[in-house]
């Protein structure tokens, strides 16, 4: 009944009987009724899926309309079903919820009309949270306003409002960053009350014993209630547009603590101020006073008992007692609004304390950080600045007078305030970073780190295989007796060796490894009767050699000889096998006589090794013959039986006899006499050795070709595996058998699963066209991928029958032979072929495993023990096996579009046809959409719809579902997702994107992950298992590198982390493995709402966690995973999460989960989902709070007077606060995750290299970088929307970008604020007073100067040939056709400046968002306030008359600008006129400029000042101006407004352009970026200069 568990939760929620009145009453085949009943509703819901609670509506009402027909044995339709066109659940039951759910999403005006203005799927869905959802009746009562349409919005810009429509269901989607404290209050009221109780501590010199000090610790009472107020105040604000359709009971919630909180603010902070003005008197009692502290501490305790109560684990059962108390209910309504989702959302009592104590060790760290180093040493300068006498300022001065310096004192507290807020991200990644690490080495992992490793521990694989990976078996010991040993060993390698040598198989077929490596690696099945282990050649390879020369060489007694061999184990097992492999070659080969000389000589050798005499009784110096005519008759023998090789055998048998019988043998042959003369007499009639048994049988063959290899393979195979990717994957899979996981089920028991991949348009197959296509500088992908992976396109000509230097042109003379090349590309891009692939290896993995698995339950012991059960030979042709995968495991890739791209006879369909022939058990899942003409009209129906391939190639249907209408309504992906989701079987879905990878080994692993679902995880079992990714793209570019090791780093580390201590992991998309059960019956695997939802994934996570799910992360399974590889790739990719987030903010989920976590789980939400974005931010505000309030000193002239008077009164305190090297740097910290994950996964000394590697490449520039990408994104998507889906392309970034593209995506997000900043740095330089001089001012910017230019210039610093003069003076001609091509209907922004200028401003659509840009663009007016007050022609003059004239001086430039830029069509009749005004006024300014020069007191340096002064001022009003665009159309001055913002883009583009020339001059400078941006690809033989410069050995000439 697990499918009906939501069920009976709602109808509980809801105070309702479900429709059984005992579930214990209700027999087997009515549950089976109600379970087939519920997934049948489910099924043919579409989009509703999205609506858990409507589903179990539905359910509800038609469980009881089957009942009545059961009572009534009457087999008819249910009434809710029927019309007058017939019988259709589809018609009557969804299509209404269909339609009006499509009415309201398509009032969404595509994404950008504000989340208030419509309903989405959540706000449906919570209509049946309520009691009044039964007022839909049943069947559904449409004039119910449920079911009112929305009137389609205006598309007029002044009132875009729509008409009649029904509001928002209990939580209203505001754009505003308010939501922040909004759901996380008890977060900053705790950092407010902690940083005041702090300042209070540090301003009362740490005096905590005064009475003082105890009123003002008093303070933190008026600032709690304070802090509460606003909260409600946003309670009742965040509400507005739901309260006509919310419960009754809630919107009286909200007011309720609205008038709660304005009374409790007023009366404790009344009480408060009464009550220190009384206690200040001299002689009073202080009554109001004591008042005052008795209700803090009435308060207080309440609070705090009322939070143990409702949060501490252990207490969950005390408080459900107390809530049958009507005064406690009351309480708890009041403190926490109670939701359907949300309820129990505690862990057991040890999660609960190690995540507490996890935390309370950061805060202890943090806080002690903000007192001891941010406000302690504040103190002095504060106190002192405050108590100054009046300072003559520099400029006319408006706010500072009588206030104490307030804003003096603020530019010294406001970057500090800064830090203060986001230092506890600092501590809290510091923390995870070695919790993580020690997690991760309790774990076991980074154990096997090297091949070495792998080497040295292989006799452990096959023990740690039988614990881990094997179906667990009865009577096993752990310690079994010295004779069970070698048998116990033997028995565990025969089960070992056929899953070792599939995944070699498949390293193999991969091309990562040579045919010889394959041979080396390949492990003999031990299943014969040698009495020892053997292991595969590349442990023993050579060793044999060594054995022979410390033989030959010693002196040594027997004893001592054997130890010295033993040394090695590998060298001790070569010996012995060696010893018993010629045994049994010799014992089957030989008859009669040829047999008794072998057992004499082994019996001969026994009894020497008994006697310790082996190095007397035989000549060990002459060992080399021996191995020498052995090795010689192992090579004949290995061969095909002919008359010429038999008398070669016989000839080479009987050197081998001579050898022993004349050289090697010193023992006294007379104890054997008889034996040895039997023997000589034979030799000398020729009849010893005669007749030879040539080896027939496969085990015997198998010995004789393995024996011969060992004595042939004369070098080291330590090396074995080369290929770095094969080695990465072989190490970690020989680690994780030592991990920790559940025991492996039976194939026949295990949980059943399904892979579900979402597609869209993506690279299914590259096709030859695209292989060969040449970039610009002639380079095809073909060509770079044999440049960047030589080992294995050598090896995938060797298994295709090519020779090694095979040239590309011989291979399109067979199309098998073009069809291999193109999957060999495709698997090493990020295509579906390659996850396609990967993923099938589940299958494959089910299949051997079941197949070895072939037993009846009763006799699992004998069938272990049979002969064949490690035989794997055939296993995929196996009827049995295959039928036991199938029924494990099923693939669905959900191609949204394959019917269209059928219909187009586009090549993606082709190549998803070819995929489904070479995957049997793959399935393709689309919608597919049929117009037919009804009445006259086209009509549209849309169908899900399920196919395979078949025999004849062809599309066999399987499902056909007829769908309400386009499923399309929200966001694409997760729409795609849930179309497909009925195709989906078994009891685990794992979520693959279409860029991701798996392997074999890693396969074999799956039924153990499984078995997680039914292991102790916490409280409640888990319901998404988090899988580790390997990113394998990291090895492409630099840039590529530094995604991978930050990506890495999240997923192990990080994750490892947020599921334990923290219990706060979510889904963050692909690899994890869900409860398809659970998930299906509570809304589905993401959420859909368009835009809210844009970062679909994590919505799983947070609706599983609020619906008392559990998600864990396991590390001893992982999957292939591809990123973006190209600066541009990256940036769009990293502002779609950023942009995600920003919406996340908004969201219902982030609210609630915000709100009914504990406070600890809220911190560790918070810090690893919104509020990483917002430290991110924060981080770059604190920059800006800096530089202004640096920019603040300098203009007003209160800092060079503060330093000053710091001076005299030798103040150093005050000296120290002004001349603080920022401490934003801390961002550096950042890194550490990253390093101490290598350190744990690869070693100390790779950390070290790595880390100095990344610096040399620059990795802090493009995580610098990323920062503004990730805060541009972030701020901007709260503040007007405008996030997006956007594809970001996977391919190989071999190609050089433009100028202009650059330009483009990055002008506002980092070239405008890179410039600011700039800006900002030289007001400071030119103005600012610093005692330290030069040097001084390098210490206190230089972190800013960094961010500045790597915000400028990292695009072309990481953009191939960036630097290559060529390419420069192209890009500069792209630039400019571009900048002065007018924009126009159709024009894209890629083509002309005036279409893309008119994109970026697309974003500002609301009259909110005007008006923030209106107050953020007030900062750049500043500039011109202060400066024209710093020029020599005012002198001492401090007026509002100075910048009154500054004005008419700005407005006379603007003049001139326009006369300069006047129309040509309008002019077009008086161009002589025109040239005359235009030279005129030329001469007017420059002949006023040069009287003001000589005869005022104007100078040169003033006028670069003005500039300095002007551009910023321009730009503000610029941006202002832009704003309100429909504003300035009105009035006519878009057009000149247009014109100043292209003269600011192409000055701000030669700027950038200007030093980028000037390096590209020198060409040392292209070959050191090229070297620096492929470091990756040159340590793998990749020579990728000649790539970028076109030298293509292929290309004619």
């Known amino acids: 009944m697990k499918s009906l568990d939501n069920y009976i939760k709602w109808c509980d929620y809801l105070c309702i009987q479900p429709v059984w009145s005992s579930l214990e009453a209700v027999g087997k085949e009515k549950k089976i009724l109600f379970v087939s009943l519920y997934l049948l509703i489910w099924g043919e819901a579409a989009n509703i899926r999205f609506l858990p609670e409507c589903l179990c509506y539905i359910f509800h009402h038609m469980a009881r309309e089957m009942d009545e027909i059961l009572r009534q044995q009457t087999a008819q339709p249910a009434n809710s079903c029927t019309s007058e066109n017939g019988v259709s659940f589809l018609d009557q039951v969804i299509t209404p919820l269909y339609e009006v759910v499509a009415a309201e999403a398509a009032n969404n005006d595509n994404g950008r009309a504000p989340h208030s203005a419509w309903r989405n799927y959540d706000d449906f869905n919570e209509y049946f949270w309520s009691l009044h959802c039964f007022e839909l009746s049943w069947p559904w009562r449409k004039s119910s306003s449920f079911f009112l349409k929305p009137t389609p919005r205006s598309k007029n810009l002044l009132n875009p409002g729509g008409g009649k429509r029904r509001g928002k269901t209990s939580f209203v989607e505001h754009r505003s960053f308010l939501h922040l404290y909004h759901s996380f209050h008890r977060l900053w009221i705790f950092l407010v009350m902690m940083f005041q109780g702090l300042a209070i501590i540090g301003f009362n010199d740490e005096n905590i014993n005064s009475k003082k000090f105890l009123r003002e610790v008093l303070s933190l009472g008026p600032t709690y209630v304070v802090m509460k107020f606003f909260e409600s105040v946003l309670d009742v604000l965040m509400m507005y547009g739901a309260y006509s359709t919310s419960r009754r009971l809630a919107v009286s919630r909200i007011f309720l603590r609205f008038i709660w909180f304005s009374f409790a603010s007023v009366f404790i902070t009344f009480l408060y101020v009464k009550g220190v003005q009384e206690d200040s008197k001299p002689n009073a009692r202080s009554i109001i006073f004591r008042l005052y502290v008795i209700v803090i501490g009435i308060y207080a305790g309440f609070q705090f008992f009322l939070s143990f109560l409702m949060r501490i684990p252990a207490c969950h059962r005390l408080t459900n007692q107390c809530d049958r108390w009507p005064l406690m209910r009351f309480i708890h309504w009041m403190r926490e609004e109670r939701y359907y989702v949300g309820r129990g959302m505690y862990e057991r009592s040890t999660d609960f304390i190690k995540y507490m104590l996890f935390w309370l060790v950061i805060l202890c760290g943090k806080f002690s950080f903000a007192y001891f180093l941010q406000i302690k040493p504040l103190v002095k300068p504060t106190r002192y600045i405050v108590d100054m006498d009046a300072i003559e300022y520099s400029w006319h001065d408006f706010v500072s007078r009588n206030n104490h310096h307030a804003l003096a004192v603020a530019s010294l507290w406001a970057p500090v305030i800064a830090i203060y807020l986001l230092d506890i991200y600092i501590f809290c990644t510091l923390m995870s970073a070695v919790y993580g690490f020690l997690l991760g080495a309790r774990d076991r992992l980074g154990e096997i780190r090297s091949v070495e490793a792998v080497h040295a521990r292989f006799e452990e694989f096959p023990r740690a295989f039988m614990d881990t990976l094997h179906v667990p078996r009865p009577n096993r010991t752990s310690h079994p007796l010295s004779g069970q040993a070698v048998e116990e060993k033997k028995f565990d390698a025969a089960r070992f060796s056929p899953f070792w040598n599939e995944i070699i198989k498949n390293l193999r077929e991969e091309d990562y490894i040579t045919n010889q490596e394959m041979e080396l690696l390949l492990m003999p099945k031990n299943s014969g009767s040698l009495p020892l282990v053997q292991w595969p050649l590349f442990l023993l390879a050579s060793k044999i050699f060594y054995a022979k020369d410390i033989a030959v060489e010693s002196r040594d007694s027997q004893d001592e000889l054997w130890e010295r061999i033993s040394r090695d184990e590998y060298m001790k097992y070569a010996v012995e096998e060696f010893y018993h492999t010629l045994k049994f070659i010799l014992t089957e080969t030989l008859e009669a006589e040829g047999r008794m000389w072998v057992e004499r000589i082994y019996d001969d050798i026994n009894v020497s090794v008994e006697k310790r005499s082996i190095h007397v009784d035989f000549q060990l110096t002459k060992l080399p013959l021996v191995i020498s005519r052995v090795t010689a008759l192992m090579g004949v023998l290995k061969e095909a039986e002919t008359p010429v090789l038999q008398k070669g055998a016989v000839q080479a048998v009987q050197d081998l006899y001579d050898v022993v019988r004349h050289d090697v043998l010193s023992i006294n042959m007379r104890e054997n006499y008889e034996t040895w003369n039997l023997l000589s007499k034979a030799r000398t009639e020729g009849r010893l050795f005669s007749k030879l048994k040539w080896p027939k049988d496969a085990e015997l063959k198998a010995q004789v070709k393995r024996l011969h290899s060992l004595l042939t393979i004369k070098d080291s195979a330590s090396n074995i595996p080369r290929n770095l990717e094969a080695r990465r994957r072989l190490e970690f899979f020989t680690n994780s058998l030592f991990m920790d996981m559940p025991p492996a089920k039976p194939a026949r028991e295990m949980l059943s699963f399904c892979v579900f991949t979402p597609y869209y348009s993506e690279i299914v197959l590259y096709s030859m066209d695209e292989l060969l296509k040449k970039n610009e500088d002639g380079i095809s992908i073909l060509f770079y991928l044999q440049k960047i992976y030589p080992d294995e396109w050598k090896n995938f000509l060797s298994r295709i029958g090519r020779d090694e230097n095979s040239q590309d042109t011989e291979l399109f003379d067979s199309p098998s032979d073009i069809l291999e090349l193109r999957f060999w590309a495709s698997y090493r891009a ?656 420059l002949a006023g400029l040069s009287v003001a020069v000589a005869i005022t007191k104007l100078s040169i340096p003033d006028v670069f000042a003005c500039i300095l002064a002007f551009v910023p001022t321009g730009w503000g009003i610029l941006c202002i101006a832009s704003a309100w665009k429909p504003l300035m159309k009105k009035l006519g001055l878009w057009k000149s407004v247009r014109s100043i913002a292209r003269l600011y883009d192409a000055g701000m583009g030669m700027l950038i352009f200007i030093p980028i020339a000037m390096f590209s001059w020198f060409p040392f400078i292209s070959t050191f970026q090229t070297r620096l941006m492929f470091n990756q690809a040159f340590s793998r033989g990749l020579e990728i200069s000649l790539i970028l410069a076109g030298n293509n050995p292929n290309t004619e000439m």
Request: aromatic share 14%; glycine share 8%; proline share 2%.
């Open 830 to 1485: 990020q295509t579906l072929a390659r996850t396609v692939r990967g993923m099938m290896y589940y299958r494959k993995a089910l299949m051997l495993q079941a197949y070895l698995e072939r037993m009846t339950s009763g006799d699992t012991e004998a069938a272990l023990s049979s002969l064949d059960a490690t035989d794997t030979q055939g296993f995929e042709l196996s009827r049995e096996a295959r039928a036991h995968a199938d029924l494990k495991f099923t693939y669905v890739v959900t191609s949204q579009i394959y019917g269209k791209q059928k219909e187009d006879q586009k090549p993606e369909a082709a190549d998803i046809a070819l995929l489904m022939q070479r995957n049997e058990a793959l399935r393709v899942a689309f919608i597919d959409d049929v117009e037919t003409l009804k009445d006259g009209k086209v009509h549209r129906e849309f169908y899900s719809k399920l196919v395979k391939g078949d025999i004849n190639g062809k599309d066999k249907e399987i499902y056909s579902i007829k769908l309400p209408g386009n499923p399309k309504l929200g966001e694409g992906k997760p729409e795609n997702q849930n179309h497909a989701v009925i195709f989906t079987r078994g009891n685990a879905i794992q979520t693959i994107d279409m860029n991701q990878d798996n392997y074999f080994e890693e396969a074999l692993k799956m039924r153990n992950l499984l078995e997680e679902f039914h292991a102790d995880h916490g409280i409640r079992p888990p319901t998404i298992l988090g899988v580790r990714e390997h990113v394998f793209t990291g090895s492409v570019s630099s840039l590529a590198s530094f995604m991978s090791n930050q990506e890495t780093s999240f997923v192990t580390l990080g994750q490892r982390v947020l599921a334990n201590p923290l219990k706060c992991r979510m889904h963050y998309g692909h690899p994890d493995v869900f409860d398809r059960v659970f998930h299906i019956t509570r809304g589905g695997i993401s959420k859909a709402s368009r835009v809210i939802n844009i970062s679909e994934d994590i919505y799983a996570g947070f609706n599983t966690t609020l619906r008392q799910g559990n998600v864990t992360h396991h590390e001893y399974i992982q999957v292939g995973k591809g990123r973006d590889v190209g600066l541009n790739q990256i940036a769009v990719f990293e502002g779609k999460v950023a942009g995600g987030n920003g919406e996340q903010v908004l969201s219902r989920d982030v609210y609630r989960l915000g709100q009914l976590f504990d406070f600890f789980r809220m911190m560790s939400f918070y810090f690893t989902t919104v509020g990483y974005y917002f430290c991110t931010m924060l981080t770059v505000l604190t920059v800006y709070a800096f530089l202004y309030g640096k920019t603040y000193l300098a203009l007003s002239g209160v800092g060079e007077e503060l330093q000053v008077r710091a001076q005299v009164t030798e103040n150093t305190a005050l000296t120290a606060a002004l001349n603080t090297q920022f401490l934003f740097q801390i961002g550096i910290f950042t890194a550490v995750p990253m390093v101490l994950g290598i350190i744990l996964e690869q070693g100390f000394l790779a950390a070290v290299v790595n880390f100095i590697t990344m610096q040399l490449q620059l990795c802090s520039v493009f995580f610098t970088f990323s920062l503004g990408t990730r805060t541009h994104y972030f701020g901007r998507t709260i503040l007007h929307g405008g996030a997006r889906y956007q594809a970001t392309g996977r391919g190989f970034v071999v190609r050089h970008i433009k100028f202009s593209e650059n330009y483009r995506l990055y002008s506002r997000s980092h070239f405008v604020k890179g410039l600011e900043v700039v800006l900002l740095l030289i007001v400071y330089i030119a103005y600012g007073y610093n005692e330290g001089g030069t040097l001084g001012y390098i210490l206190l910017s230089i972190s800013s100067w960094f961010m500045a230019l790597s915000w400028l210039f990292a695009p072309y610093l990481f953009n191939p040939s960036g630097f290559e003069w060529q390419k420069v003076v192209e890009d500069f001609r792209d630039w400019t056709n571009w900048l002065f091509y007018r924009g126009g209907i159709g024009v894209k922004g890629e083509e002309s400046w005036e279409a893309w200028w008119d994109e970026e401003l697309s974003h500002i659509r609301t009259f909110s968002g005007r008006i923030a840009e209106t107050i953020l663009s007030v900062r750049f007016f500043i500039f011109q306030y202060g400066i024209v007050y710093k020029l020599n022609i005012q002198g001492s003059d401090t007026s509002l008359t100075v910048y009154g004239l500054s004005w008419v001086v700005f407005a006379v430039l603007i003049l001139l600008f326009k006369v300069f830029t006047f129309s040509q069509k309008i002019s077009v009749n008086f161009q002589l006129l025109l040239r005359f005004i235009q030279g005129l006024s030329l001469l007017v300014a």
